[in-house]
């Protein structure tokens, strides 16, 4: 209901509607599918995990804002549309970002309970950690290149974290996509493309119909368009949506190794952070997320109303 009177009202040209018709469209399409998996599996985010979704909320925040620094140099984006008032458009940002997580992984969760198994039964990987060198290396250079020449490499950004990150999900026995492969399942891995493909087709289209707004500039493969992004740009939504897994599985390392998914976010795997470690890394955040707004607006904003 939020969600179809956000178009129409987007639509219908109502102004605060256009400024606001992202987060409207996104926290709509958040509730729907925690709804769907709620009635389907009786355990859901927002009933049963609240806390986990809380984190996963602050996080989804501090996680796009790291992208927003990539984005200073790589310059694949701008915004228009914005609001000059920044009790708006701070708060506004934050709720946009703080979507991203909970919307990726929700609609993961969502294929995982309507039983989408593509690829659980392949060939399991061999058992062990001789990868870990050159996961960690691909990372390094995925990451390093684009900041180096961006407009030859940028495309590998979208790649580095789950690179980066998945060797030390495997090392704590933290949710891992390649421990899965060495069980012979991959459909973990096949979910969260598929979920990455269905969450970049909304993300275009609503930021179409959104009056505040992306605009993209990529040095290459910018046509055609659908929507704003380019089609080959679309590609980018799948290995994303595994680095929003890898990220959130990661982050169990200050949750005493607990998951966001329901099998395995209630006990602790291993020893939980002492309080002040894990409240200096959320006072960390917050002054990153704070500095990263004054960057965004001085840097990426081309447009305010």
Known sequence: MIFGLAVWGSLAGVAWVRVWFYQLAWWSYIL??????????????????????????????TFWFGWELVNLRVANWHYLGIPRDAWQRWPGAVI?????????????????VLGLDWGSRVKPLPPGTRWYGWFLAAGVAMLGLPLIWPRIFFPLIWLALIFLLEPLNHRWGLPSLMRSWQDGDLSPLVRLLLAGLVCGAAWESWNFLAG????????????????????????GFAPFAVECF??????????????????????????????????????AAIAFD??????????????WI
Not at 212 to 223: C, E, M
């Open 290 to 303: 704070a500095f990263m707004l004054t960057m965004i607006d001085r840097y990426l904003v081309r447009g």
């Open 96 to 112: 946009a970002y703080a979507t991203v997580l909970p919307g990726v992984l929700s609609t993961y969760e969502l294929l995982t």
């Open 212 to 235: 505040a707004r992306w605009v993209y500039t990529i040095p290459y493969l910018n046509q055609p368009k659908l929507f704003a992004m380019p089609i080959a740009g679309y590609g």
């Open 246 to 283: 890898v990220f959130m599985s990661s982050l169990g390392l200050l949750r005493g190794g607990r998951g966001w998914q329901a099998a395995d976010h209630d006990q602790p795997t291993m020893p939980t952070p002492p309080a002040w470690m894990r409240w200096a890394v959320i006072a």
């Open 32 to 61: 729907v599918v925690d709804a769907a998996v709620q009635k389907r599996a009786g355990n859901s985010l927002l009933v049963d995990r609240p806390r986990t979704l809380l984190v996963m909320v602050f996080a989804s925040a």
